[in-house]
Nanobody, 124 residues
Framework: QLQLVESGGGLVQPGGSLRLSCAAS????????IGWFRQAPGKEREGVLC????????YYADSVKGRFTFSRDNARNTVYLQMNSLKPEDTAVYYC?????????????????WGQGTQVTVSS
């Protein structure tokens, strides 16, 4: 069974940091394009950070440039989203997604496998 499981969400104060994890089972993440998406209440799902299969192409949403970074641990078959300098407008449910090949990096409709989401709340 192919599965993605996110973890690491929570409540953090503005300016704080969180690291989200996305662990895969049933397939090897290293061969897939990876997307981190988020959806805030009443808003459409948006791509935050997406990376191609070979890591050669990376898309960052303007709102997270310089604050969010991607990393991976192939031995753990896990990818991460490091979020620094968090703002209240970063509050959302965050999802990781994977697909064998993507044409537009952060187009959510192209992604085949999705995690269940993890809530991130930035508030004082």
């Amino acid at each position: 069974q192919l599965q993605l499981v996110e973890s690491g969400g929570g409540l953090v104060q503005p300016g704080g940091s969180l690291r989200l994890s996305c662990a895969a089972s049933g397939f090897t993440l290293n061969y897939y394009a990876i997307g981190w998406f988020r959806q805030a209440p009443g808003k459409e799902r948006e791509g935050v950070l997406c990376i191609s299969n070979n890591g050669g192409s990376v898309y960052y949403a303007d709102s997270v440039k310089g604050r969010f970074t991607f990393s991976r641990d192939n031995a753990r078959n896990t990818v991460y989203l490091q979020m620094n300098s968090l703002k209240p407008e970063d509050t959302a449910v965050y999802y990781c997604a994977a697909v064998t090949r993507v044409f537009r990096l952060c187009r959510s409709l192209e992604y085949e496998y999705w995690g269940q989401g993890t809530q991130v709340t930035v508030s004082s």
